[in-house]
C-alpha cells in the first residue's frame, strides 16, 4: 500500500503559484530525492508534506497499517534545535510532547541512537556550543526516535564535516533497508551521493515537478539544465 499519495497538488504562496499540480505515491522503503535551486518550489513541496503549509487544491494523504501511535512526519532541517535545550532534551522533546514514550524510555532509546551516530559525549551539551555536524546529527537521532511514517531530511548533507555527512549517509542506507517507511531528501546541490540511493528524483522547476524513475532515467535526460546536479 502507499504511505504518501499527493494527487494534483497545488500552493499559492503571496498570491503567487509556488506548486502546480503536483502528483506522487510512494510507499514503505521508498526513497525519493526532490531537487532545484532556490525559488522553484522544492520548499513548498515538503512544507506541505510536513504540514508547515496548506496545499491550496489537490490532495495529500499520509497513512500507515503500523498499529504503534507514531506521528506522520519527521522534518530534519538546516536549523532546528531549541538553544535553551541540550541534545538530548532536543531528541526526546516531541516524544514526550505527544506522548510516544515514557521520559525514561526516550532517554534511553536516544543515548542508544546518540552512542549510534558517534555523538553519545555530547548529549548534555547545548547546541550554540557545538559543530553543525553534530547538531545535524541530533536532529536525525529526534526523527529516528519517532519512527515515523514518511522522513524528510532538507539538504541533509550540507554544511557538515565529512564524517557527520557519513553518518547521515549511512542512515538513510538503514532506513531504505528497513523498508517501513518513506524517506524524502530535499537538495539543492549535487546529485552525486543520492544516484544509487533514491528510486524516484523529482526536478522542481518554474513550479512543477518532473519525475524520473532511477538514476537510468535521470541520466539519459538531454536537457542541459539537469547537468549542473551531477557534477
Given at each position: 500500500m502507499n504511505l504518501l499519495e499527493i494527487d494534483g497538488m497545488t500552493v499559492v504562496r503571496g498570491?503567487?503559484?509556488?506548486?502546480?499540480?503536483?502528483?506522487?505515491?510512494?510507499?514503505?522503503?521508498?526513497?525519493?530525492?526532490?531537487?532545484?535551486?532556490?525559488?522553484?518550489?522544492?520548499?513548498?513541496?515538503?512544507?506541505?508534506?510536513?504540514?508547515?503549509?496548506?496545499?491550496?487544491?489537490?490532495?495529500?494523504?499520509?497513512q500507515d497499517p503500523r498499529p504503534e501511535p507514531r506521528l506522520p512526519v519527521a522534518y530534519v532541517s538546516l536549523e532546528g534545535l531549541l538553544s535553551n535545550l541540550t541534545l538530548?532534551?532536543?531528541?526526546?522533546?516531541?516524544?514526550?510532547?505527544?506522548?510516544?514514550?515514557?521520559?525514561?524510555?526516550?532517554?534511553?532509546?536516544?543515548?542508544?541512537?546518540?552512542?549510534?551516530?558517534?555523538?553519545?559525549?555530547?548529549?548534555?551539551?547545548?547546541?550554540?556550543?557545538?559543530?553543525?555536524?553534530?547538531?545535524?546529527?541530533?536532529?536525525?537521532?529526534?526523527?529516528?526516535?519517532?519512527?515515523?511514517?514518511v522522513y524528510v531530511f532538507d539538504d541533509p548533507l550540507e554544511e557538515i564535516d565529512i564524517e557527520a555527512a557519513q553518518r547521515v549517509r549511512s542512515v538513510l542506507q538503514d532506513l531504505k533497508a528497513r523498508a517501513q517507511s518513506v524517506v524524502i531528501v530535499a537538495t539543492t546541490g549535487t546529485l552525486r551521493?543520492?544516484?544509487?540511493?533514491?528510486?524516484?528524483?523529482?526536478?522542481?522547476?518554474?513550479?512543477?515537478?518532473?519525475?524520473?524513475a532511477g538514476k537510468e532515467e535521470l541520466l539519459a535526460c538531454p536537457t542541459a539544465d539537469l547537468k549542473v546536479y551531477l557534477s
Open positions: 498570491g503567487k503559484p509556488a506548486l502546480t499540480d503536483v502528483s506522487l505515491a510512494a510507499g514503505p522503503g521508498d526513497c525519493v530525492v526532490i531537487f532545484g535551486r532556490f525559488g522553484s518550489g522544492k520548499h513548498s513541496f515538503i512544507q506541505s508534506i510536513t504540514g508547515v503549509v496548506r496545499p491550496n487544491a489537490g490532495t495529500l494523504r499520509i538530548i532534551e532536543n531528541a526526546i522533546l516531541p516524544t514526550l510532547y505527544h506522548r510516544l514514550l515514557s521520559r525514561n524510555e526516550a532517554r534511553a532509546r536516544a543515548m542508544e541512537i546518540f552512542a549510534q551516530l558517534g555523538i553519545a559525549a555530547l548529549a548534555g551539551h547545548r547546541p550554540d556550543g557545538i559543530g553543525n555536524g553534530a547538531r545535524r546529527l541530533a536532529q536525525v537521532a529526534r526523527a529516528l526516535l519517532l519512527d515515523p511514517t551521493p543520492y544516484l544509487d540511493w533514491a528510486q524516484r528524483f523529482c526536478w522542481a522547476r518554474a513550479w512543477r515537478v518532473q519525475t524520473f
